[in-house]
Structures are given as C-alpha cells and as structure tokens.
C-alpha cells in the first residue's frame, strides 16, 4: 500500500438530526490541529440532514472540507449500513486517518470497517500526535488498567481508524475557515440491515445521575468500605453537590455506572472535587482533566492521585469526611 | 439445533500488575491469569440460551498452552466444546489478525447461530473484538445487551434488550448475529463437582497455524496485524499538589475549608 | 475497688513528651472513634488522652509515668473489637498501637516473622504470601491488627485444620504494668520450662501487660486449594454433615456454615448474589463451605470426591466447586464481609461467639432462633461449624435502645445457660472485655474466677492496665 497517496484526516458527525454529539465537535477541534501540523485538511463528514444551526457549529471548529452523505437507508443508525458506507467513501476517497466518536454506536461500527477494509483501529486514545517523520499518527492510550501508556502507531495501512472518548478533548473551535462541500448521493437496501429497532424507551430523567454539569462532586475510589457509603453522600449534599466514583466501585456493584468517573464513564468539569480512597489510574484521571479544584484523600502517601490534585491530605478517608462533615455542619 | 460459539481470552489479572519503579516495566511475575471477566458473562448468558432451547455451546480462544485452563473453566459451567487456536505465529496480534484466525478456525467446526464475546478484555481493553469478529462471521451485531428476551428459531432471529447511552432499545436481529452482554444479568454460576471433573478431563480441540487450511501466514501474528505499539512508558505525572498535614486531622480538616473559602 | 487519678494537665505535658506532639491527643481533640469498637451498644467512654507510640521504650515510658501517677492505661490495636475490650472504662490513657506497624524481619530457615503488633492482619498476610509462607490464623476482620489477634487469641476460618492465634505465636516482648520490659518465648517450636506466661499473655485482652513486638510462627503455603459449596435443605441438616466431613480424611482447612437470611442479606446490600439460592430446583435453606488444600490437582480431586460422597450422603442439593481465582474471590469477599453488611443494615446490634461441641451447633441455633423470635429481635448467625464456634447478632431497626438492650438481655440469658447446659464456651474468638464478664464467670464458676483475679493481681497490683476488663472489678467511669 503507498500511504503516501492517501491525504486528509476526517471526522464521523454523529448526530441525531436535531443536535450533534459533543464528542463529534471535540474531536472537530483536535483534529483541526493534527491536521494542521500534518499539513492535511480536516474533512467533516455528516450522513444525513443537519439544521443550519448545528452545521455552524461543526463548521465553527475549522472544518476545510464537508462531505455530506443523503440517501436512504442511514436513519435510523444501522451497523451494517454504516459499515459499508465508511468501507465505500475510504476506498474511493482515501483519506490519512477516520475519526469517530467513542459513542455506543461508533464502538460499534468503526472497528467493523477497519476490519472489512482491511487497516488498524485503536480505540480509547488520549494524546494524539503526528509523527513527521514517518507520516503516522501516535495513539497515546492508558494501557493495563492505566498502569502504563502505550503508543500505538498504524505504520503500513491507511486510513489509520480511531475511536475517542467523550469528553477526551476539549471542544474549543477556533472559527470557520473557507469550506467546500461535496454532497455524496448513495443509499443503502434497507433488506441488508439485520437489526430492527423494535422500540427505545427514554431513561428517566435522574439529576442524581447526571455528573457532566455538577459543580462539586465528592468522589469515592475502590477503598471505600460498603458501609461508609452514606457519609459520602451526606458530604456531597451538604456541598450541594454529587456523588460519584471510580470503575472499581461500579465492579463492586455499589453504585450505578453513571456514577462512574474516567475514560470509559463521565467527563466532569466541577469546580471543587473532592477524590476519597482514589488511587488515581490513569484511566479515572482522564475524567478529571477540567476539574477546577481537586482536593485528594488517601492513606497512601505515593498515590497517583495527589500528582493530578491541589491539595491533598495522607490520612483515613472515612475520618477525614467525617471531620468535613462535623466542620462544614458546624 | 442451535449452535453457539463463545470467544474468551485468558488474560493477567491486572489489578494486580505492578510497575518496577526502577525500569518502568511491567511485573507479571506471580500475577494469576485468569479468564477474562466479561467473558464469564458471555459464557453465562451462552449456556443459558442452551439450556433453555437446546443445542451446543463452543468456546474457542487464541493464547499459549496454559490458556486451556481457561477453556477448562467455560466447559465446566456448562460449555460443551472448548477449542484451543496456540501457536508461536499468532503472536503479537492485534485484533484484526485474531479475529480472523479465531473465524478460519471456526469454520472447521460447523456454522454458529450465535456469537458471544465479552464486551472487552481486562488487559488490552480495546473493546474492538467484539465488532471485528462480527465482520469477520458476516453477522449481525448486539453490543450492549442486558437481556435476551426472544429466540425464534423459524424467523433465525434473536430480539434483545440493549441498554445504550440514554435508554433502553429492544431490537431484533437475525442469524448469525454477535452478542456482547452486560455484568448485571449474568453473572457466571459455580460448577457442581460433576462438571468440574468432566471439565478436568475434557479433550481439548488444538489447531496451529498449520492445521487450519488455507490460512494466510500473512494475515496473523504480527504480520497481519496493522497496529503496532512502538514503545510504551509509564504515565507522566506532574508535580504533587499541596500537601496538607497539621499536628490533628482537624486542624489539617480547618485548613483545607480556610482555603477553599472561595470555591465553596 | 481501684482509685485512680484524673489526668492534670501536667501529666498530659509529661506524656506528651514521651511520645513528641504529632502522635499525642487530649481532651476535645481526642478523636470519637477512640471512646467506642465496632460494638457501641456497650457504651462509649471517651479516653483523656490518646498517644500513639512507636517503640518498645517509649511504651515503657508512659507506663513508668502512668504506675507512678496512677493513671489507668487501655491499649488499642484498630478498634475492630465487638466486646468494648479497648474502650477506656475509667478513662486515663489509651496507648493505640496503630503506628507499630512495621514487619520487622523474616527469619526463612526458622519460618518465623518477627513484627510489631499494629501491622494489620491483611498486611502481615499479604506480605508472607509475597515470601511464599502463609500465616495460618484467618480472623474474618482482616483489618484488625495482629496484636489486637494476640491478646484476645482470635481464631477465625483455617482454626479446624491449623489452630489459633496462639499457636503461632513463639515468642514476645512485654512492657509490664511498671514499665518494665520482659521477653517471653523463644523462637523455638518446644517448651517444658516452667509456667508459660507467654501463653498467659495470649487472650489476657491488655490487662496483664502491652505486647510491643511478636515473633509468630508461618508455614509453606498450600500449593493449591478449592472451596466448596454444600446447600442443605435448612441448618440442621447442614450442620449433620459437619462429623462426616471431618471423619472422611480430608484435613479440611476450613468449615463454615452460614445460614440463608445472611447471604440473602449480603445479595441485597452488595447487589452481587454469590451463593445460589436455587439449586438443582430446591431452595437452599442453609450452606457449609469447605476449603480443601493438597500439594496437586490429583490430591485435591481425590478429596472432592470423597466430600462429595459424604456431601451427598448428607443430603446436599448439591456439592459446588469454587475452583477459579475469580469465583474464589467472589466467595471469600462475600463470606469475609457478612459482619459488613449486617453494621450496615443494622441500627442497634449485639452479639455472641460462643463455642459449643459440633453435634450441639444445630439444636443451639434452632433454640436460639426460638428464643429471639420470642423476644421479637431479628437474628443474624453463620460461623465457624468446624469448631463449633457460632458468629450470632441480634440486630433491630425499630427498636427503642434499652428495649432492645432488655430483649437482648433476656435472651442472653437464655442462650449463655442453654451454651452452659451444652458444655460449650461464652467466647470462642471475641473475647470477654467487660460487655462478657457475667457470663465468662458463671461459665467458669468462682474458684477460676477468683483465681484468674488473683493472677491479674500479681502482674498489675494497682488495677491500671485495662480496668474493668475480663476479671477485673471496676465499675464504669469509677475513679478517685
């Protein structure tokens, strides 16, 4: 395979044709500046229609290029369609490196045209860099529970495919540049999708639940004891804030999964978090990245945590909540 | 008859993986494999799919010779074949070289119905087989599945329950289709001592490189995998936040709300 | 009857000073958790001062300070007690041992760890497994330290093949009443050299003296184990199976037994149900857990099948292997933190740990469910069915406290005198403390009573290590 006569870098815009995933729009803007060190242009590609008010958006982050797709066929989302469309636009478009949003969906098809393309697919990356010299792109992901990083680089095929977590980078669009569009007229036989969407039911509006637009959360690590659960909570509503937690946690089956904080559960952006038994994996810190104050508890004196904090306190966890407790209430 | 395949991996129980502070690499010495967590639920829901319509239960994976423990474990919960794909030129894989080995393989011993795999693995975490082995089956794809509510045999279809981002879906698919399923509603059961033994003494199915015909030396190991990993490292850390350590804990406690004043 | 001397702030200045201010606390600043254990319903009592020493000669400098001034002194390891053993009951000084938490050495042509008594037990047994030994004592509260093990010699789960805490402990320091320092013990496995006062050290609750160092015993570790899951129909057939499994030449290392509303309550809590409750279409109503070890995988196999053949014998539904370190995980974190869920749940909580002959267990449990239905107080129990030591809570939710302290208390009574008519034991690892001194004396009758009275009195005239405690008469909050 020559790489060398495959050119620019695009982004999947996922969206549900009234509003775009964020996630689209944060990887608009990283790529914006990857493409611009590699000296390629930054391709939006959408399937489907999208309000004028969302399309300014995606274009506020840069985009050189849109390439929209219409048709039948692509709604509602199908694996099996969206598959072969990024099979297709890759074989006749040849662009460097595919982009695609970490979401359910896109976990689902991205590796799938890798796959039936064939080229290499990394997921979960949190750095990405290009290499001048060799002309690839490094993938900088947490690796074994986020005890190492590992790059990973896709040095013969193209394009080179990437899964990205929400909330991985920051969605900080620098403004419109002149962009071209080029509409793609294709649809996809509906008999070819496998997979009928019988019905979806809404999950109840829990605020609990919801971390993305807390201002202060009290956050708790695998070293929580079962029974203490409750002062933590207390902790959190005398703050006016939530309560979250780390994977582990989740594991252990004490809280729900939308409480669980890091790459592969919420982004948060409070303004005071304070971490409690946190050992501060790599994997739980990427979710922390625009906390404003990070306040850590741990009885270690060497845990991770305290390198991502503005304060930190070595000592017990459930004695230090219960001292906040006592002079927050008093 | 139905007819079930469940792809499992061993892997190192990373939770207890350290760091030598000293070179930065991993110590995997005296760190247990184990079977993969996940895959233990996909197993689950397998066996049960078997136990109430009837039909077979295949477990395969791609490792070393100790990786039959693993296998041995799927079949004393319940699975009835086990099938070990280990040779030194399927190293180094990525995901795209093991799932193809894993799908030539497969086709050796019959057409499966349905795929299960757990939804990612504890050490490479990519979450990337699962969709990969699907391309690779030409089946259709539930991830996400909490429940399985419906087999239809005549219409070859299977309906689920997915629990994605924001709601639950019930969706339907047909046959052959890949399944990876959620923790909650299936979690692996204990073998009683009659599985077990037979699980101890079960014949293992082995394929190399050389006994799956017509596989391309170029599309395994490291050759047929288009992901490498140049180089790894331990994760950079910046300096210690401030540290805060009064002669009580209340003092210390005083201290810190004295300077959150403004945030709080 | 003992007087002792309020703590003047000179003595605070004094005591202090033996041990720097970083590792000293006093009057409002001393912390709640030091006035209580795990136990609260025996009463808090909140310590003077709490200091927190870090050798054997600064233990001896309080004491000395503290004989001279009669202070009464109340040693502490974590506070995971359930008979209020390290609660201060006449105030004074409370010496926690949290910060003697270092391993000292290993000694690995001996096969003994010399160490101090705050490490913890899950520390100590992680760091012998790293040096590929096993510390064969297993106490459900991993978190308690070994020194806290020591002195009430806790026993705990691998008790049936290995022993308790008390064999395996060779040798250690002391600091007496009067500060002075004694070593007991060598690191030899024999003895036939006079009274053994390091066995009367062993259990003796911190009221002889402060144990400051250990030399404990470890051996190989098993090459490999399983455990094994036995549902029964209900307790008593479970526990029918207990003499058969341990004539049938298994060495088992560990037997326990659990009843059905303590792992439906653990299912509940932690939200992962471990134990089936349906098995082979029957509901369980009760299950004995085995562990087997063996130096392979044939050894082991062979022994599965003969405690399958008992098993079945027995009446189990069925017999399950836990044979996958993620099963075995699973099993053991659910068995070790039933105590967990049951203070979670639980608003107002007492206790018993008797020990009763095996062949008692069942009829003990199905009089004490009789008796506590009753009373109208919810009742929790799994234990140790290898040895007969029995892990019993009352729990209430609804309750006033002193109704429930008299139910309580009613059956007790009850149930101490059914243990007594059963020829079994009050305490098999918690110990006395005081919540316990009635029962331990009409157990053991007045002559030993007495004589365990007298011994106290030759180690600790003044009556200031621990007040109040196992033998010891001393009204609560009594002083000068």
Redesign the interface.
Known sequence: MDKHSYHDMWVYVEHDGNSVQPVSLELCCEIRKLADVAGEKLWAVIVGELAKEELARVLDCGVDKLLIVRGEGWTPFSVDAYTQLFTELCREYRPSAVFVGGSIQGRDFAPRFACRLPTGCTSDATELVYDPKTGDIEFIEPAVGGKMMAVITVPEMRPQVGTIRPGTFRYSPTGPRCCETVYEERSFPLEKIRAEILDFAPDQEDDSLNLADAEVIVCIGNAVKAEALPRYRQLAQLLGGKLACTRPVFDRGLLPFKLVIGQSGAVVKPKLLFSFGVSGAVNHVTGLSDAGCIVAVNKDPDAAIFHYSDYGIVGDMDEICDLLLQQLEG | MLNILVCVKQVP???L???DPETGS?IRKGV?A??N?YD?NALEAAIRLKEHYGGTVTCITMGPDQAEEALR?CL?AGADRAVLLSDRAFANA???AT?YVIASAARLLGYFDLIFCGKES???????MA??L???FDA?????VAEILELDETARSI?AKRV???????????WP?LLTVE?TNY???????K???AS?KAEILRYTSRTIPGLDPEKIGDPG?????????????????????E????K???T??G??AD?? | MAYYNRLRPEDAEALKQRVGPGRFSAGDSVKEAYSHDEMPIYGRHRPEAVLQPVSTEEVAAIMQYCAAHTIPVTVRGAGTGLVGGCVPLCGGVVLSMEKMNRILSYDLNNLVVHTQPGVLLCDLAADALAHGLMYPPDPGEKTATVGGNVSTNAGGMRAVKYGVTRDYVLAMTVVLPSGEILKLGKTVCKTSSGYSLLHLMIGSEGTLGIITELTLKLIPKPLRDVSLILPFENIAKAIASVPAIKLANLDPQSIEFMERDIVDSSAAFTGTPVFPTVVNGKEAGAYILVTLVGDSETELSDKMDRLGAVAEAAGAYDTLVVWTDNLKKDVWAARSAFLTVIEAETRLLDEMDVVVPVDKIAPFLVYTHEEARQQGVRVRSFGHAGDGNLHIYCCSNDLEEDEFKRRVKRLMDACYAKCAEFEGQVSGEHSIGHAKKRYLRESVGETAYALMGAIKRVFDPDGILNPGKVCHEAEEGERC
């Not at chain 2, 994605?164 to 047909?174: D, K, P, V, Y």
């Not at chain 2, 140049?230 to 300096?239: C, F, I, S």
């Open positions: 129980d990373v939770n993986v350290k760091i991993l247990p184990i079977l967590p233990e474990e004393a990525d995901t795209l799932s504890l050490d490479g975490a990519t979450g990337q969709s990969q699907a391309e690779r259709s794809q539930l991830s996400c309906t994605l981002e924001n709601g639950t879906e019930r969706t339907r698919a047909s289709c923790k979690r692996p059961r204990i073998p009683n001592l599985q077990w033994k101890r995998s288009p992901t490498k990993v140049p180089r790894t490292y331990p994760p950079q850390v910046g300096e210690r936040g401030r540290m805060l350590c002669e009580s804990p209340e210390t406690v005083k810190l709300l300077l959150l945030v709080l």
